[in-house]
């Protein structure tokens, strides 16, 4: 059986943990202090989709050498904390383990290779969902769609994982084109996350109301192009109709971003809007509607902007 390390114990380390556990030997790593508390005295409950309540017990533990020796680290940790995840992951995987980032934003990969070279690492884009609604307790708001990318030296596992996350109910496709991967994902986070932050609404919000579906369209857009200036395909032909697509399959959850903010934690705004920013300078691509998300998100305040008052401030750009 397949020894899985989840680096990280926030909504979506649970909820690929409850998925994977039966049919894996699944091991939690984390440091957030109530829910590993939970986790370890009364075990995971996750709310499905279509709201049935399932409970399960996973070990979990702050400890990497606790998961030694692993054969796969999925991690799903916030992108400031990469480099931590790398360290532990150098600790905890078998000598040819993987890992594999499902995490936001650009440059996770990059800081995984570092640690342990470019054969032991790789990543995938998912639009999975999920909420905690309290320690202990995990909401699924989508299964949607989950890409791997897979090497030579890094299929011997990837495969066996993408086929028993289909087994499980999830839509998983092996993939070789990385760049496509990442800059699919930051397309939609892009749109998604910092909307919904700032607003303080749930995805769906943002299919439904014109005004902020235009902004989200807009802001997926000039990731494109970013991407499309660096010479990157996007794995699919329209990022605002992708980026649609995931917010209404999505409609019930509170993106990372917005669960951020609300628990007051630092976002991963620098990883999304900043990296398109970034890059679409060293393109020279404009990006106004990232840059604005960028400034707006940093200095975001205790109570939600309006619709009206998103529009008005990106209509002065």
């Keep these: 059986m397949m020894k899985i390390a989840i680096i990280g114990i926030g909504a979506m380390g649970c909820l690929f943990a409850a998925q994977l556990h039966d049919a894996a030997d699944v091991v939690m790593i984390g440091h957030w202090p109530e829910q590993l508390t939970k986790l370890q005295q009364d075990g995971l409950t996750l709310q499905e989709l279509n709201g049935r309540f399932t409970h399960h017990s996973i070990f979990a533990t702050n400890s990497p050498i606790d998961a030694a020796p692993a054969d796969l680290a999925i991690v799903l940790v916030k992108s400031r904390q990469t480099a931590q995840a790398a360290q532990a ?149 329209n990022a605002a109709e992708r980026t649609l697509e995931i917010a209404q399959a999505t409609a019930q959850n509170r993106s990372s971003m917005l669960q951020d903010v609300l628990r007051g934690a630092p976002t991963e705004i620098e990883a999304i809007c900043g990296a398109v920013v970034e890059n679409g300078r060293l393109a020279h691509i404009p990006t106004p509607i990232n840059q604005k998300l960028l400034e707006l998100v940093k200095s975001i305040g205790e109570s939600p902007l309006t619709v009206t008052d998103l529009q008005q401030v990106l209509n002065h750009e």
């Design 89 to 237: 992951a150098q600790q905890l995987l078998a000598p040819d383990g993987v890992a594999l980032t499902l995490q936001n934003g650009l440059g996770n990969l990059e800081q995984l290779t570092a640690v342990l070279g470019p054969n032991r690492a790789t990543l995938g884009s998912t639009s999975a969902g999920a909420t905690i609604i309290k320690p202990g307790l995990v909401r699924c708001a989508g299964q949607g769609v989950t890409h791997i990318a897979a090497t030579d030296t890094t299929v011997h596992v990837i495969q066996p994982l993408v086929e028993m996350l289909n087994r499980k109910g999830f839509a998983a496709h092996l993939s070789s084109e990385v760049d496509s991967l990442v800059w699919g994902k930051l397309a939609v986070n892009t749109g998604i996350n910092p909307l919904t932050a700032l607003l303080r609404v749930p995805n769906g919000f943002l299919a439904e109301n014109l005004t902020a579906r235009a902004i989200m369209a807009a802001a997926a857009n000039e990731t494109a192009a970013v991407a499309q200036a660096l010479h990157i395909t996007l794995p699919y032909p």
